[in-house]
């Protein structure tokens, strides 16, 4: 029996098919400009670091023993610095919900760097020879960063 106007007797055919715009998973117009400004301040500095990286290899004799080798190899952190600022820029710009992933994921990898930096270092005290120690500390740290950022995103 209906005794109202809002009463129905069966189903409404449309009331399943209704959605809302804001249960949309994709990226809104405001996301895609800062994505596209930070690509426009990160790729300058990635590709000028490259560029830097590969006149070091070709050019820079880092085996050899002359005293211009230490410039040629620090040459590449120019460009890595422009980076920094692209990031710097990037987390401004983005909301705080995204600041928070982001800095989650980030802080997850300065711990992981850390950590394997502490192995490394004690490894080195007992006399293991870890020639790419730095290396090994960066790829830690940027793994750690890339599956702390998916964990958090997850969550």
Known sequence: MVTSVLDRRGRIPHAFMMTSDLDNSGSSRGDRARTRAYLID?????I???????LVVAFGNLDGSSPWRFLW?????IPALW??????RHIGRIDDYQQRLL?????????VAMITAVTIGFLGIAGMETRFAGWI?????????IVGAAVSAKR
């Open 42 to 46: 990160f790729l300058p500095g990635i």
């Open 48 to 54: 000028g670091y490259l560029a830097v990286l590969a």
């Open 73 to 77: 190899a620090v040459l590449p952190v």
């Open 83 to 88: 980076c920094l600022r692209a990031v710097a």
């Open 103 to 111: 800095l989650k994921g980030i802080g997850i990898g300065f711990g």
């Open 137 to 145: 500390i960066f790829v830690a740290g940027m793994l750690g960063w």
